[in-house]
């Protein structure tokens, strides 16, 4: 699989994928590539990308993982005087 834009992307992930997972699926492929990984190497990095956002759903397509509010919500105090 030539340098990827998700147009070229297979059909089964393409069915699979929402098109911002999609997006980063293309863009992680393309990366490992220019990096120096296989084919099959620089597949297995965007699948793992593609996984730090997304999981699999029951209905055969990834959906977003929900954000985790502890992280996003924590508060920040000052020191201050």
Same mark, same amino acid.
């Given at each position: 699989?030539?340098?990827?834009?998700? #147009?070229?992307?297979?059909?089964?992930?393409?069915?699979?994928?929402?098109?911002?997972?999609?997006?980063?699926?293309?863009?992680?492929?393309?990366?490992?590539?220019?990096?120096?990984?296989? =084919? =099959?190497?620089?597949? =297995?990095?965007?699948? #793992?990308? %593609?996984? #730090?956002?997304?999981?699999?759903?029951?209905?055969?397509?990834?959906?977003?993982?929900? =954000?985790? &509010?502890?992280?996003?919500?924590?508060? %920040? &105090?000052?020191?201050?005087?």
């Amino acid at each position: 699989m030539p340098e990827q834009g998700i #147009n070229q992307l297979p059909e089964d992930i393409k069915q699979q994928l929402p098109e911002h997972a999609q997006q980063i699926f293309a863009a992680a492929f393309s990366a490992a590539q220019k990096d120096g990984f296989s =084919e =099959e190497g620089a597949r =297995e990095v965007a699948w #793992n990308s %593609v996984r #730090n956002e997304y999981e699999p759903g029951g209905d055969g397509k990834w959906h977003r993982k929900p =954000e985790d &509010t502890a992280i996003h919500n924590k508060s %920040v &105090t000052s020191g201050g005087n």
